[in-house]
């Protein structure tokens, strides 16, 4: 990788990868691409920024080919329970925006990421360690376009030699940017009122299980994945990916370690806990040990942690013991 460009470069993946990505290949290598006018200043001052709808694939072939980009990162997606709010938007942009990535990618002879999730499982997938290859029939929008998402880039790898790769993400936890319409969000919402309000109404219910993974380890798999030989991938589109596994209740208690008095209740929205209701609780990511060595760094007690310790300290909450407690 020596030119990068990252769509979807102002979401909640790209707002941290772009800058780990600078950080690693330099500054004026890495050019972020959004919706935004005025993004974060920290993205626009550190590096190169273009406005960017991912549907417009003459804008994208421009970038592509003014900053000699060989390396797409393509992050520009609409989430699950957003996705449900408006179909259509959520077609143009999830799949539109793939096949213009992909194509300019077969023309200028990019490599391109492509970040799939655990909602292109469904009800006929096996709960338990659901395999890297099964049944996948999922029943959202966001799920339908991910899964055919992972099955283009499959065909663009074969027919015309696109060097695609991606993972399978569960639902990510990060300090530094809030969520975006996912089903997971509660798991960073949650962390935000404990330390400002010291109450959480959840929208999914107590026992809901399902994979989770710290936002460092989600950046260190998605880089350590493009790094590898892809002689070594066999899978490719798209590796099953955990680090954690937990239910609201769960993690209530982790954080009451720190906040005693921190209370919950649960409100459940249907919509969203019907989408989680429908994928598995846990998923096999063996395929990816083995063929390209991952292993995650952050359990529960450790994501936990350094989410308190962080969000304390931005949120400007410290308490005596550096974590908010009251």
């Keep these: 990788m020596k030119k990068i460009l990252v769509t979807g470069s102002t979401g909640q993946i790209g707002s941290e990868l772009t800058p780990a990505l600078r950080k690693a290949y330099g500054q004026e290598n890495v050019v972020a691409a959004g919706h935004r006018r005025e993004p974060e200043s920290e993205l626009r001052k550190s590096g190169p920024y ?15 080919t003014d900053y000699r980009i060989d390396t797409i990162f393509h ?51 096996p709960r338990e360690n659901a395999p890297q290859t099964t049944i996948q029939r999922p ?42 319409g996912g089903t997971t969000d509660y798991a960073v919402e949650i962390f935000h009122a404990a330390l400002t309000e010291g109450r959480y ?8 299980r399902l994979d989770m ?10 880089v350590t994945l493009m790094e590898t030989d892809g002689g070594r991938l066999f899978h490719r589109n798209a590796y099953n990916l955990s680090a954690m596994n ?37 998923m096999d990511d ?8 991952w292993e995650p760094r952050y359990d529960l007690d450790a994501t936990v942690s350094d989410m308190m310790e962080t969000l304390a300290v931005k949120l400007g909450k410290g308490g005596e013991n550096g974590h908010g407690a009251r």
């Design 50 to 64: 273009g406005i960017l709808d991912v549907r417009d694939a003459l804008e994208l072939q421009h970038i592509v």
């Design 75 to 125: 992050l520009a997606s609409i989430l699950s329970a957003r996705a449900e709010e408006n179909p259509h938007l959520a077609w143009e942009i999830n799949m539109g925006g793939l096949k213009n990535v992909l194509e300019t990618a077969r023309r200028c002879g990019c490599a391109v990421f492509f970040p799939s999730s655990i909602a292109v499982f469904g009800p006929g997938t």
């Design 139 to 180: 029943g959202t929008l966001y799920g339908i376009t991910k899964l055919a998402g992972e099955l283009l880039c499959d065909y663009y790898f074969r027919r015309f030699g696109v060097d695609t790769r991606g993972l399978r993400f569960p639902g990510l936890i990060s300090s530094r940017t809030r969520p975006g």
């Design 201 to 208: 109404r959840c929208y999914l219910a107590s026992d809901t």
């Design 213 to 222: 993974m710290y936002m460092p380890d989600a950046l260190r798999a998605v």
């Design 246 to 282: 937990f239910t609201p209740a769960e993690l209530v208690e982790k954080i009451r370690s720190f906040l005693p008095g921190f209370s919950i209740s649960y409100e459940i929205d249907p919509l969203r806990q019907a989408i989680a209701d429908s994928w598995p609780r846990r």
């Design 286 to 293: 063996r395929a990816a040990r083995t063929e390209w060595s």
